[in-house]
């Protein structure tokens, strides 16, 4: 597996095979490779189950660089440096504040999908989507940019639609269409937080589609 940094700030895994779509970007940076150890794994689900919130491994040296720049005095500056050599393990587990010192970064691993590849992760995210009933825009151009899908549900004269918009590290925005735009749920994808914010200001008809999905989701 190779992990690049690429000019825009975004993280490439390249772990084999890719879907259809994938644009090759020249990288500036490469990080070392490694495997995951496996008590990285536990350790991130020990914690998540502790929390209740969704834990990532990250990239050590990446978070260290975003920390450095984001440094104002010498003194925070030296206790970054000493952090950074008594840490030097590949990975760290980190939560979303990690990904607001930088949103464009990938994570190696995830409390929600559990998976490693991003490829499979995109895919698992992607499948949910679709299971929901949203179909693809017709703009959309590949998982190495962000991609719209929408729902629209018609029965009679009542209508319900929804947009998400998916980021290639799994952040989305979940946008709800009434009289105008309007962002329910801006975050990394969350089954969980996706069936409430949609639940919470759904009409009747996404209310249904909700409970089945639910259901779906609990017997699969």
Request: with cysteine.
């Amino acid at each position: 597996m190779n992990i690049i940094q690429l000019p825009d700030g975004t993280i490439q895994i390249d772990d084999g095979s890719k879907p259809d779509g994938h644009v090759e970007e020249e990288s500036t940076f490469t990080y070392e490779r490694a495997e995951i150890e496996q008590y990285f794994i536990d350790e991130c689900e020990k914690r998540s189950e502790e929390t209740g919130e969704t834990h990532f491994l990250f990239d050590t040296k990446l978070s260290h660089l975003v920390k450095r720049k984001n440094i104002l005095n010498k003194e925070d500056r030296r206790e970054s440096d000493l952090s950074e050599l008594l840490e030097n393990e590949a990975y760290h587990i980190g939560t979303e504040m990690d990904f607001n010192m930088m949103p464009s970064r990938f994570s190696y691993y995830d409390t929600e999908t559990k998976l490693k590849c991003r490829y499979e992760k995109y895919s698992f995210v992607l499948d949910f989507i679709k299971s929901l009933g949203f179909e693809a825009s017709e703009f959309n151009f590949g998982p190495e940019m962000e991609q719209s899908y929408i729902l629209h549900l018609r029965e009679g004269e009542t209508q319900e639609k929804f947009i998400i918009r998916l980021q290639p590290n799994l952040f989305l925005k979940l946008i709800h269409m009434r009289d105008d735009f309007n962002t329910i749920y801006n975050g990394f994808f969350s089954k969980t937080k996706i069936f409430e914010a949609i639940d919470k200001h759904s009409g009747i008809l996404s209310k249904v589609l909700i409970r089945d999905a639910k259901i779906k989701d609990i017997l699969s």
